[in-house]
């Protein structure tokens, strides 16, 4: 099953592929690998996902957090190249958490971006990670995803 039906079937709509801000670009091709800047969580609604684990927000919020950065992510990749066809692998995501001082947690926050991809892709969607804690994110979001993505 196409990546596109699957996620039509998990109920779950793309969002319109997020402009640079400031002074990058959202996404470079470098051959068959794409980077996708990292990507902020963003409501059904077009609002931010804000907070800092450990404080406003528990890990399940987290990984809510992280599973919109994640659909961020996918509407960069159809941007750029038309369709998830085009994709043969995820290869790395960085997972950056805002967080408490106390809060470590952030494997399990990250998890809600990584089990996405691993639903929609298969074997495919297995990918190296890294899972940050930091103090605080742009606008002060909860959670930011970037990835490597490789294409065929």
């Given amino acids: ?11 779950l ?55 919109r950065s994640a659909l961020g992510i996918l509407a960069q990749v159809r941007a750029a190249v038309g369709d998830f066809d085009q994709v ?9 958490v805002a967080s408490a001082p106390n809060f470590t947690d952030q494997p399990e926050v990250a998890n809600g971006a990584s089990d996405l991809f691993l639903e929609l892709f298969g074997d495919a969607g297995k990918h190296a990670r890294s899972a940050v804690g930091v103090s605080a994110l742009p606008r002060g979001v909860a959670v930011e995803v970037d990835a490597i ?4």
Avoid at 1 to 11: N, Y
Avoid at 28 to 54: K, W
Avoid at 149 to 152: A, C, K, S, W, Y
């Fill in 149 to 152: 993505i490789q294409l065929r």
């Fill in 88 to 96: 043969s692998r995820i290869v790395k995501l960085g997972v950056f």
């Fill in 1 to 11: 099953m196409s990546v596109a039906k699957k996620l039509e079937e998990m109920g």
């Fill in 13 to 67: 709509v793309l969002p319109a592929p997020a402009a640079a801000v400031a002074s990058y670009v959202p996404c470079v091709r470098t051959d068959n690998l794409l980077h996708i800047s990292g990507q902020l969580p963003f409501e059904t609604d077009g609002t931010l996902i804000l907070g800092r684990l450990g404080d406003s927000m528990d890990v399940t919020a987290g990984q809510y957090a992280a599973r």
